[in-house]
Nanobody
Framework: QVQLVESGGGLVQAGESLRLSCTAS????????MGWYRQAPRKQREFVAT???????NFQDSVEGRFTISRDNAKNMVYLQMNSLKPENTAVYYC??????????????WGQGTQVTVSS
């Protein structure tokens, strides 16, 4: 069994920054791609950013240049640095991971989410 837990969400004003963290735990052998997704009220969950184990990154066009994704493989953690936040970035942010367990089973794990609210 594996788990992901996010932290770092909160209420900020437009233009400010937040740093989200996600920690994976459980019977983990290793983690390939990790990522961040978000879901705004009455909208579908959408892709924000991903990072491979080797450090290659992808971003949604709207956050390119403002958000940075990074990871610490030794700690099984992934981060999302969000700068120049806008009210439209308000959403619940979810962490994901493609995890290989100790018995070599690959699973797609999701956290419970952390709320990010950006006021205008």
């Amino acid at each position: 069994q594996v788990q992901l837990v996010e932290s770092g969400g909160g209420l900020v004003q437009a233009g400010e920054s937040l740093r989200l963290s996600c920690t994976a735990s459980g019977i983990i052998y290793n983690i390939d791609t990790m990522g961040w997704y978000r879901q705004a009220p009455r909208k579908q969950r959408e892709f924000v950013a991903t990072v491979t184990r080797g450090g290659n990154t992808n971003f949604q066009d709207s956050v390119e240049g403002r958000f940075t994704i990074s990871r610490d493989n030794a700690k099984n953690m992934v981060y999302l640095q969000m700068n120049s936040l806008k009210p439209e970035n308000t959403a619940v942010y979810y962490c994901s991971g493609s995890i290989t367990t100790l018995n070599r089973r690959k699973v797609e794990a999701w956290g419970q989410g952390t709320q990010v609210t950006v006021s205008s």
